[in-house]
């Protein structure tokens, strides 16, 4: 694979936050070089979201933080280094003939342009779609917008707890209907980010037959509406409104959160034969009424969950896992960040990567969710870099930028 499944792809990326971000970053993660434009001074608005904010290790080793009194010129946002790996940052001033112009040329030497402008920001800088073609007729274009680049709300902003309420989310989540609750990530600026790399990935693809880019659209809404799944069905199909039922599905019985004498257990009984395993070993009635289904679960649900948080009160958490893993149901305790971070099945997968940043030294971080092996089952392994500091690049890319180079690939 070389360096990478996207190794010949150069993305401009115009984004801040996390959407977009996000979505550059897994373009970056399959080998894409990815170009990150940021403006003078303060850069992508994560550089100040915080806390918490790192500095260099102190005496200690340990990576200062900003109690310790560093200022914060010095600190670096966890939530930055969240979103940003395998990039290169450039600072340009996009209202200035010389950062236009360096855009431009950007432009032309690239693959793929990222936004998440507000609708009609990137026209009024001078860059609408119709010059976006001129420039790079080869060019796939991926633009985020909260609500939709048209319709009614078409050009309000969005950000994550906002289109999470909006789009429904929080309505099913929660301990109960009337207690809204966010989802603990941000995870419309996530999925979108995703449906949005996927998206690019699919016009790369359809380029390669027709020689010419496109324009793909998503946005926080979109992302969320996507994510659904059998909860949208409810209401589209059988005009159900799903409400936040805690730690407990919708429609199975029993999945979900139980305590154990010392803590707390998940299960998915999730077919007949489970349940047929899984109610004799903990002295539940198989086949009673209420019990011989999963539709009687469900509509006896109180009562079935009752029983099991009963006879799971009398075990351990690990005597219920060591018991629920002997006749097959599964089952697994719920982690803090830290126990998943430090667990070994974890980083077997390689989702924790170290890199050695310009300021902090080697940190871990989340690594890419996709692994990619050969038929003879070697696998393709990518040396990460680190988050860049503001404008690490700006002067090696305008530097590539100034040599001759012709303004559209065969």
């Keep these: 694979m070389g360096s ?27 080998g894409a070089r990815v170009i990150k434009v940021e403006t003078p001074g303060n850069g992508d608005d994560t550089r100040g979201w915080g806390p918490p904010f790192v500095g260099p290790p102190g005496a200690t080793g340990e990576l200062t933080r900003a109690e310790d009194g560093t200022s914060p010129e010095d600190l670096v946002a966890t939530y930055f280094l969240s979103c940003n790996r395998n990039k290169e940052s450039i600072t340009l001033d996009l209202k200035s003939e010389a950062g236009k112009s360096a855009l431009t040329e950007l432009i032309r030497r690239s693959d793929v342009l990222m936004e998440n402008f507000r609708p009609g920001v990137l026209d009024r800088l001078g860059f609408p779609m119709e010059v976006l073609d001129q420039l ?15 319709g009614p709300q078409g050009g309000r902003a969005g950000y994550d ?4 309420g909006e789009a429904g989310l929080m309505s099913m989540t929660g301990p109960a209907a009337d207690e809204p ?31 010419r880019g496109r324009v793909v659209r998503t946005s926080l809404l979109a992302g969320v509406v996507g ?7 409810r209401w589209t199909v059988a005009k159900e409104v799903p409400v936040a039922e805690g730690n407990h599905h919708p429609a199975i019985c029993p999945y979900g959160l139980f305590h154990s004498s010392d803590g707390t257990v998940q299960i998915a009984v999730g077919s007949e034969g489970l349940w047929q395993r899984f109610a004799p070993a903990f002295g539940l009635p198989v086949d009673a009424p209420g019990f011989a289904s999963n539709s009687q679960r469900v509509a006896n649900k109180i009562a079935v969950r009752a029983a099991v948080e009963d006879a ?8 219920l896992l060591a018991r629920l893993n002997e006749v097959g149901v599964p089952s697994g305790e719920v982690k803090n960040l830290q126990q998943v971070y430090e667990w070994d099945q974890t980083r077997s997968q390689g989702l924790v990567i170290e890199v050695d940043h310009p300021t902090l030294g080697p940190v871990e971080l989340p690594g890419p969710p996709l ?29 590539w930028l100034a040599e001759p180079q012709p303004t559209a690939r065969d």
Excluded at 161 to 164: L, T, Y
Excluded at 372 to 395: I, K, N, V, Y
């Design 4 to 30: 990478g499944p996207l190794s010949d792809v150069t993305v401009v990326d115009l984004t801040r936050a996390l959407a977009g971000p996000h979505a550059a970053m897994m373009l970056a993660d399959l």
């Design 136 to 150: 790079n007729p080869r060019l796939v274009v991926l633009s985020i917008s909260g609500f939709g680049h048209d």
């Design 227 to 233: 994510v659904h799944a059998y909860q949208g069905t």
């Design 312 to 319: 799971f009160g009398r075990f351990t958490t690990a005597e």
């Design 161 to 164: 707890q906002i289109a999470q």
């Design 371 to 399: 692994r990619f092996f050969d038929s003879d089952g070697s696998e393709w392994t990518r040396r990460h870099t680190a988050p860049p500091m503001l404008g690490q690049h700006t002067e090696a890319v305008l530097s």
């Design 181 to 211: 609750t966010k989802v603990g990530v941000p995870i419309s600026d996530v999925v979108s980010g995703m449906y949005g790399a996927y998206g690019v990935l699919a016009a790369l693809h359809e380029r390669a037959r027709t020689g």
